[in-house]
């Protein structure tokens, strides 16, 4: 059983489209982050949200946190095709030490956006 | 700033030998963690470094072990390679002593075991 499940997984539109990514869990997090991999490259992270509820704006995305910090979403308006890549929802889990750098990410959100 | 940076970029091995990678970390970072990232899949925690050893493991076996150095920077090792190792394997640097600043990710040596 996945920790985070992502959806949809796969995501096809095209430019000008706006879109909602979705990070849902059983489990409630301090934190959440949002990170972006483009082909042939690191992911890179987006945001990370701490509080119930909160929203938080990057030019053309929008990030929420769940009121009970269980799930989030990621919209992105008007999308373009600098918007593709994978999208990644990840937590900080415990594996031991100091919980800090062990993240747990959800499988992911392939995106493309078509000119 | 030097970024996470990562060698070689791709890398073919057949199966049952054993395998290197290598991670320099961003300057000003002393913990590296390794991540497993099959295709099309988010990446998987293998291990994390700092102060020279292991601080924490994920779901991985024996096999895969780990390095670091006096300068920060790793190592991964990989003995008995088997066909379902083949992923993209992702080094990310962090300030320990910092738990609001983001991992850096470099990016990623791409595996293939035939």
């Known amino acids: 059983t996945q920790l985070l499940e992502q959806s949809p997984q796969f995501l096809s539109i095209q430019e000008g489209e706006n879109l909602t990514v979705y990070c849902n869990s059983s489990s409630v997090f301090s934190s959440l982050q949002w990170y972006r991999q483009e082909p042939g490259e690191g992911p890179v992270l987006l945001v990370t949200v701490v509080t119930g509820g909160e929203v938080k704006k990057l030019k053309r995305l929008t990030f929420q946190f769940g009121d009970a910090r269980k799930d989030s979403s990621l919209h992105i308006t008007a999308a373009q095709p600098g918007d593709t890549g994978l999208y990644l929802c990840g937590v900080l889990a415990n594996a031991g030490g100091t919980s800090y750098g062990k993240l747990t990410f959800g499988q992911g959100t392939i995106l493309t956006v078509h000119p | 700033e030097t970024g996470v940076t990562q060698s070689p970029t791709h890398l073919i091995k057949t199966r049952g030998q054993q395998v290197t990678l290598r991670c320099s970390s961003q300057s000003g970072h002393n913990t590296v963690s390794w991540y497993q990232q099959a295709l099309g899949q988010g990446p998987q925690f293998i291990f994390q470094y700092y102060r020279e050893e292991e601080n924490g493991r994920g779901n991985f076996p024996p096999r895969f072990s780990g390095l670091q150095f006096p300068n920060y920077s790793s190592e991964l090792n990989v003995n008995a390679l088997e066909l379902d190792d083949s992923a993209l394997y992702l080094c990310?640097?962090?300030?320990?002593?910092?738990?609001?600043?983001?991992?850096?990710f470099g990016n990623g040596t791409r595996l293939t075991v035939t």
């Open positions: 990310a640097s962090s300030h320990s002593t910092d738990i609001n600043s983001p991992l850096h």
